[in-house]
């Protein structure tokens, strides 16, 4: 099986700064046949299931605000938000899809400073 | 609006079975693939099993194989996981997903049930 790590595993950023969060597989998720990266990046509020946030490590998903980007390819990504909100405080979980059985870092949680 | 409602939760003993349902609206239920996530209480996400749209594939984690399995109900817009030989470490919240792309990408999910396993 693919490991997914994360780092870190919590940070405190002030609203408006950048929050970074990094996800490491080990293996390459990167398909050559059509140079896309098989990544995923959720979000869980407390007391809610996740949400789809960006999918083809940098692909947002419908809806989700321009302040969150992803990049990275082959074993390392980075998920950015760019201003921290309010609205923001979760954990985040990277996952990737490229074969079966699909795995998820073990989520990185950010709280405001 | 797609939505999907998770039930049959409870408190069982080690060893003990329970059959989970997870109930769907909004879209074409036939034609999407299912899968099972769970989150132990404050852990992280775990893939458990999926199956296709028709019904007629299914994989699972290693952690469940052959304890626990996969169905769907087409005409009761419904999928099951079927749980036998219950551990504690089977303590949590599971959750139905949608897989859009049917590529493991879980673009939708339920609230969630929870099952504890303890004597």
């Known amino acids: 099986d693919i490991v997914m790590t994360q780092s870190p595993a919590s940070l405190a950023v002030s609203l408006g700064e950048r929050a970074t969060i990094n996800c490491k597989s080990s293996q390459s998720v990167l398909f050559t046949y059509n140079n896309k990266n098989f990544l995923a990046w959720y979000q869980q509020k407390p007391g809610q299931p996740p949400k789809l946030l960006i999918s083809w490590a940098s692909t947002r998903e419908s809806g989700v605000p321009d302040r969150f980007s992803g990049s990275g390819s082959g074993t390392d990504f980075t998920l950015t938000i760019s201003s921290l909100q309010a609205e923001d405080v979760a954990v985040y979980y990277c996952q990737h899809y490229y074969s079966s059985p699909p795995t998820f870092g073990q989520g990185t949680k950010v709280e405001i400073k | 609006e797609v939505q999907l409602l998770e039930s049959g939760g409870n408190l069982v003993q080690p060893g003990g079975s329970l059959r989970l349902s997870c109930t769907a609206s909004?879209?074409?239920?036939?034609?999407?693939?299912l899968s099972w996530v769970r989150q132990a209480p404050g852990k992280g996400l775990e893939w458990l099993s999926l199956i296709s749209g028709s019904g007629g594939t299914t994989f699972y984690a290693a952690s469940v194989k052959g304890r626990f399995t996969i169905s769907r109900d087409n005409s009761k817009n419904t999928v099951y996981l079927e749980m036998n030989s219950l551990r504690a470490e089977d303590t949590a919240v599971y959750y139905c997903?949608?897989?859009?792309?049917?590529?493991?990408?879980?673009?939708?999910w339920g609230q969630g049930t929870l099952v504890t396993v303890s004597s």
């Open positions: 997903a949608k897989d859009e792309y049917g590529d493991y990408r879980f673009d939708d």
């Open positions: 909004g879209f074409t239920f036939s034609s999407y693939a």
